[in-house]
């Protein structure tokens, strides 16, 4: 069982970047699909981007082109770069993986087992 532990999270003013990572531990990262989720108060969790265990990656429409994943398997690291922030994009960022298939048309909709326990994006205009 994996044990994952979010970080990097802050405040950045609108147009900033942060770089969230998602330390894993009990078990090698390569394991897993993983994916980066967010949610705001009140509101379901969002899919932001996702990583599968071949590395090929795949992300939200409102990610594309402003963030990255990635991932260290020597660091057993996950990553999610994000640049030109707005205000939009605060939330609490989580990281999450899972070892059942996944359909990378629709990755928001697997079931990921193992979850962190987030990190706060506040992005200020």
């Known amino acids: 069982q994996v044990h994952l532990v979010e970080s990097g999270g802050g405040l950045v003013q609108a147009g900033g970047s942060l770089r969230l990572s998602c330390a894993a531990s009990?078990?090698?990262?390569?394991?897993?699909?993983m994916a980066w989720f967010r949610r705001t108060r009140g509101k379901d969790y969002e899919f932001v981007a996702a990583?599968?265990?071949?590395?090929?990656?795949t992300y939200a429409d409102s990610a594309m082109g402003r963030c990255t994943i990635s991932r260290d398997l020597a660091q057993n690291t996950m990553y999610l770069q994000m640049s030109s922030l707005k205000p939009d994009d605060t939330a609490v960022y989580y990281c999450?993986?899972?070892?059942?298939?996944?359909?990378?048309?629709?990755?928001?909709?697997?079931?990921?087992?193992?979850w962190g326990q987030g990190t706060q994006v506040t992005v200020s205009s």
């Open positions: 999450a993986g899972t070892t059942s298939a996944v359909d990378w048309n629709r990755p928001w909709d697997a079931t990921y087992q193992y």
């Open positions: 009990g078990r090698d990262l390569g394991y897993y699909n």
């Open positions: 990583i599968a265990w071949s590395g090929t990656t």
